[in-house]
């Protein structure tokens, strides 16, 4: 596999197999289009000192059904290349919700 030509770190971060490297990524592959989804799923607003509005307000203790309104609207104002659709799930029996975020990724050939 050849280096990428424009790399960004992989997410997560880590060092490549052999030990002397840092793991990257290729821009605008599937798998950097994902990692970039996941970073903004994972992290709450005001989590990064350097961009506080990033993120999504997490839904901590909220009843279900939960609002996916700020996820869906945080997943498209920092990562507009995959449109995303959100669904829930509720699991009445254990008193969880599970959401489920499908994102669209189009290849370049794709592409309107």
């Not at 770190?9 to 605008?28: H, K, L, S």
């Not at 996820?71 to 104002?77: F, P, W």
């Not at 507009?80 to 009445?92: F, K, L, M, N, T």
Request: net charge negative; glycine share 4%.
């Amino acid at each position: 596999m050849s280096y990428p030509e424009l790399p960004h770190f992989a997410y997560p971060f880590a060092r490549t197999p052999d030990g002397t490297g840092i793991a990257v990524t290729e821009q605008d592959t599937p798998e950097e289009i994902m990692a970039c989804e996941l970073v903004i799923v994972a992290y709450p607003v005001g989590f990064r000192d350097d961009r506080p509005e990033f993120g999504w307000a997490w839904p901590d203790l909220e009843q279900a059904p939960i609002s996916t309104v700020q996820l869906e609207q945080a997943l498209k104002e920092f990562e507009p290349r995959a449109p995303v659709s959100i669904e829930q799930v509720y699991d009445a029996a254990n008193a969880a919700v599970t959401l489920n975020a499908n994102v669209q990724i189009r290849s370049d050939s794709e592409s309107p």
